[in-house]
């Protein structure tokens, strides 16, 4: 069963512009972790959270965490078109289980 | 280092025939997962191995099976494949032994698999 859900399932936006990307889940975590993946490719680990976290910061990348709301959202400033690729949000539950959701396909023209 | 390595790449099976997709991964790694990927469904996994040893199931164990040859090499076979096993499958690993969700995960580049 997926944990957490993404939106949009797809974003299209100009090179330059930033992008923001959602993420929800359903039960308590331990960490919340975002991943891409390029076309044809396997996954990349971007960022983790952790539940006792609100923000962090990596280069271009924002990731915040709400955990009252059962929410994160991904922020990629300034993008460039080798950012095109789809972002999985991922969640790290007790009990052994590092659940992935569908993911949000992002399209950077430029 | 090359990280995490599947073989083969892609595969076509016929149904009813049997395969084992290999992985390995040479940053000395404790735990290791198979998962695959269906299109609108993300990620699902189907074995994981906190340590070498020992291996339990995921969410989707039915109709495959692991074995942990040793630190390095994680392998998932197909008995009696199905065309619902058509899919992309990922090999991947982590540092740590507990609580292996709780760090970062290093994926291989998929196996793509076709059963028709």
């Known amino acids: 069963s997926q944990q957490g859900e993404e939106d949009p399932q797809a974003l299209s936006i100009q090179e330059g512009e930033n992008a923001t990307m959602n993420c929800s889940y359903k039960?308590?975590?331990?960490?919340l972790q975002w991943y891409r993946q390029n076309s044809g490719r396997g996954l990349v680990h971007l960022i983790l959270?952790?539940?006792?976290?609100r923000e962090k910061h990596s280069g271009r990348l924002r990731v915040t965490l709400d955990t009252s709301k059962k929410s994160s959202s991904l922020l990629i400033t300034a993008s460039r078109a080798a950012d095109t690729a789809s972002y999985f949000c991922?969640?790290?539950?007790?009990?052994?289980?590092?659940?992935f959701g569908a993911g949000t396909i992002l399209r950077v023209k430029s | 280092n090359a990280g995490v390595t599947q073989t083969p790449k892609f595969q076509v099976l016929k149904t009813g025939q049997s395969m084992t997709l290999q992985c390995a991964q040479d940053?000395?790694?404790?735990?290791m997962y198979w998962y695959r990927q269906d299109p609108g469904m993300g990620l699902r996994l189907i074995y994981y191995s906190a340590s070498e040893g020992t291996t339990d199931k995921g969410e989707v164990p039915n109709g495959y099976n692991v074995s942990r040859l040793n630190k390095r090499e994680f392998s998932l076979r197909l008995e009696s494949a199905a065309p619902s096993q058509t899919s992309v499958y990922f090999c991947?690993?982590?540092?740590?032994?507990?609580?292996?969700?709780?760090?970062?995960?290093?994926f291989g580049q998929g196996t793509r698999l076709t059963v028709v």
């Open positions: 940053m000395n790694h404790n735990s």
């Open positions: 991922a969640t790290g539950e007790y009990g052994n289980k590092l659940v």
């Open positions: 959270i952790r539940s006792n976290e």
């Open positions: 991947a690993s982590s540092e740590r032994e507990t609580g292996w969700w709780n760090t970062e995960a290093f």
């Open positions: 039960t308590s975590i331990n960490n």
